[in-house]
């Protein structure tokens, strides 16, 4: 299936070498979701691609590891074997060939989202590196270089989440947090009104991860009890079929927003003709490459759906890629996206983009951006294969 990808290729600045490693995560603090799963133990899949003296770099979580036992959100298929197939046909192709590469059977299909990410990434920072070009130059697009942050604050007793907004508030500046919530109307709303007491103007959406109880008419009540308190959007909030939330976002003024239901551009285009959201999440990890990901970003802001880029536990490769694409949305989405050192004790990025004033503040830099660490990024890697 790769085989008219390396016809295409145009053999300018020929890729000599890949790296394919898989690479230990540790996150920071213990987060706890609305459904209780417990967090899963963090890998990363890091590609490196060498061309002309120069390296690029792209990361991904493998969720067919990370999340193995997991009910939802994991790939059905082997991200490090699929990686490894795909290294070995892109070996001998242009360093600068970094749009066509994608088989046909990879195209708009979640299981492969993330596979893609971390091989497109590192194209696209090694062709901005070869030609000292910034990501925007490469994909022809306007980067924005201020993006609202928006931070997300795991479940925990309402006082100490009010406590920890305001350590990030302090922090970073923001006032727009995303809340996992207990799903309880009176805790929920007592962790808004502490919080707002803390940080003095505090937004909120809140990612429920299709974790709340009752009918629709039950979910309606609970968002627009807590609506009053700030709260603008709810992020996938039951496992149901599009007909509910269609009757959940006519009854309240709460923005729904989807996720995990809008993986591919056919999800998206669903999502449109059943008018049952608001927004939709380009979730990090599940973008399908830059061009994949600002595809549906198009598709939905075209038909008037706000998008919203979302956040994964990223080494900092992944994050400032990210970060940068939430910066090519036309029409402004927030991004949750924050630096690898704010939740992985194993972060392997040295120049990460600084978040102040509540804007993350992106730079125009060749390719990502980034500076790895090889030495950090050596000691966290759990297993390695080069192809050359």
Same mark, same amino acid.
């Given at each position: 299936?790769?085989?008219?990808?390396? &016809?295409?290729?145009?053999?300018?600045v020929r890729?000599q070498?890949?790296t394919i490693?898989?690479?230990? &995560?540790? %996150?920071?603090?213990e987060?706890? $979701?609305t459904? =209780?799963?417990?967090?899963? *133990? $963090?890998?990363?899949?890091?590609?490196e691609?060498?061309? #002309?003296?120069?390296?690029?770099?792209?990361?991904c979580?493998?969720?067919?590891?990370?999340?193995?036992?997991?009910?939802? =959100?994991?790939? =059905?298929i082997d991200?490090?074997?699929?990686?490894?197939?795909?290294?070995?046909?892109?070996?001998?192709?242009?360093g600068?060939?970094?749009?066509?590469?994608?088989?046909?059977?990879?195209?708009?299909c979640?299981?492969?989202?993330?596979?893609i990410?971390?091989?497109?990434?590192?194209?696209y920072?090694?062709?901005?590196?070869?030609?000292?070009?910034?990501?925007?130059?490469?994909?022809?697009?306007?980067?924005?270089? /201020?993006?609202? $942050? +928006?931070?997300?604050?795991?479940?925990?007793? !309402?006082?100490?989440?009010?406590t920890? *907004?305001?350590?990030?508030?302090?922090?970073?500046g923001t006032?727009?947090f995303?809340?996992?919530?207990?799903? %309880?109307?009176?805790?929920?709303?007592? %962790?808004?009104?502490?919080?707002?007491?803390r +940080? !003095?103007?505090?937004?909120?959406?809140?990612? !429920? &991860?299709c974790?709340?109880?009752?009918? *629709?008419a039950?979910?309606?009540?609970?968002?627009?009890r807590?609506?009053?308190?700030?709260?603008?959007?709810?992020?996938? !909030?039951?496992?149901?079929?599009?007909?509910?939330?269609? /009757?959940?976002?006519?009854?309240?003024?709460?923005?729904?927003?989807?996720?995990?239901?809008?993986?591919?551009?056919?999800?998206?285009?669903?999502?449109?003709?059943a008018?049952?959201?608001?927004? +939709?999440?380009?979730?990090?990890?599940?973008?399908g #490459?830059f061009q994949?990901?600002?595809?549906?970003?198009?598709?939905?802001?075209?038909?008037?759906?706000?998008?919203?880029?979302?956040a994964?536990?990223f080494?900092?490769?992944?994050?400032?890629? $990210?970060q940068?694409?939430? #910066?090519l949305?036309?029409?402004?989405?927030?991004c949750?996206?924050?630096?690898?050192?704010?939740?992985?004790r194993?972060a392997?990025?040295?120049?990460?983009f600084?978040?102040?004033?509540?804007?993350?503040?992106?730079?125009?830099?060749?390719?990502?951006?980034?500076?790895?660490?090889?030495d *950090?990024?050596?000691?966290?890697t759990?297993?390695?294969?080069?192809?050359?």
């Amino acid at each position: 299936m790769f085989e008219e990808t390396r &016809n295409q290729a145009t053999m300018c600045v020929r890729i000599q070498r890949l790296t394919i490693r898989l690479c230990r &995560n540790a %996150t920071r603090e213990e987060e706890h $979701y609305t459904t =209780g799963a417990p967090p899963p *133990a $963090y890998r990363s899949l890091v590609v490196e691609a060498i061309a #002309g003296g120069m390296s690029g770099f792209g990361e991904c979580i493998p969720t067919s590891i990370v999340l193995a036992g997991w009910n939802e =959100g994991k790939s =059905g298929i082997d991200e490090w074997s699929a990686a490894l197939r795909a290294g070995e046909v892109l070996l001998g192709c242009d360093g600068g060939a970094s749009h066509d590469w994608v088989p046909d059977e990879w195209r708009d299909c979640s299981d492969y989202s993330s596979v893609i990410d971390a091989i497109d990434f590192a194209l696209y920072d090694l062709a901005g590196r070869l030609t000292g070009k910034p990501l925007s130059a490469l994909l022809g697009r306007t980067q924005r270089l /201020r993006v609202p $942050y +928006v931070h997300t604050l795991f479940l925990g007793a !309402p006082a100490d989440t009010a406590t920890r *907004a305001h350590e990030v508030y302090r922090r970073t500046g923001t006032r727009f947090f995303k809340l996992k919530p207990s799903g %309880t109307a009176e805790e929920d709303a007592a %962790t808004m009104i502490l919080t707002r007491e803390r +940080v !003095p103007g505090a937004r909120f959406s809140i990612d !429920p &991860n299709c974790g709340l109880r009752g009918d *629709a008419a039950d979910v309606t009540a609970y968002l627009n009890r807590l609506q009053p308190l700030g709260l603008d959007i709810c992020e996938d !909030p039951v496992a149901a079929d599009w007909d509910i939330y269609a /009757r959940i976002q006519k009854g309240t003024d709460v923005a729904l927003m989807v996720d995990a239901g809008a993986r591919t551009r056919r999800d998206v285009l669903t999502i449109i003709s059943a008018r049952c959201a608001r927004w +939709v999440n380009i979730h990090a990890n599940w973008g399908g #490459g830059f061009q994949q990901s600002l595809g549906r970003a198009d598709v939905a802001q075209d038909a008037g759906l706000k998008v919203m880029v979302g956040a994964a536990r990223f080494l900092g490769i992944g994050t400032a890629a $990210y970060q940068l694409l939430a #910066g090519l949305l036309p029409e402004g989405g927030p991004c949750e996206q924050e630096p690898a050192r704010m939740t992985s004790r194993t972060a392997v990025v040295h120049n990460e983009f600084a978040i102040r004033d509540g804007l993350i503040w992106l730079e125009e830099r060749p390719g990502l951006g980034i500076e790895v660490d090889r030495d *950090a990024l050596a000691a966290v890697t759990e297993k390695e294969e080069v192809l050359t």
